[in-house]
Nanobody, 123 residues
Framework: QVQLVESGGGLVQAGDSLRVSCAVS????????IGWHRQAPGKEREFVAA????????DYADSVKGRFTIFRDNAKNTVYLQMNSLRPEDTAVYYC????????????????WGQGTQVTVSS
């Protein structure tokens, strides 16, 4: 079955860096766009970043642009989110999701989701 497994979350201080990973199995990984989303306590889940099936296109939420980088390794069926200059407002559960529509870097409507990894940024 399809599985997306996030890892790499943790507790860091403001200004630190952290890389979270999303390992995908059970689908033709190189055919899918992958996105990262996050949900903070008491808030709705929001789009963070997305990367197209061939890594030719990326998209970022304004709140993370210039600080976060999404990239993928199709040989390892894994997508990464490198997070630099972390802020307390980045604290959330981070989810990855997979999409096989014609959209290169969708911001919603993903077909498959992982269970999430907690990222906590202390001030």
């Amino acid at each position: 079955q399809v599985q997306l497994v996030e890892s790499g979350g943790g507790l860091v201080q403001a200004g630190d860096s952290l890389r979270v990973s999303c390992a995908v199995s059970g689908l033709p990984f190189s055919d899918y766009a992958i996105g990262w989303h996050r949900q903070a306590p008491g808030k709705e889940r929001e789009f963070v970043a997305a990367i197209s099936w061939n890594a030719g296109s990326t998209d970022y939420a304004d709140s993370v642009k210039g600080r976060f980088t999404i990239f993928r390794d199709n040989a390892k069926n894994t997508v990464y989110l490198q997070m630099n200059s972390l802020r307390p407002e980045d604290t959330a559960v981070y989810y990855c999701a997979a999409d096989r529509s014609s959209r290169l870097t969708p911001r919603g409507g993903y077909q498959y989701w992982g269970q999430g990894t907690q990222v906590t940024v202390s001030s």
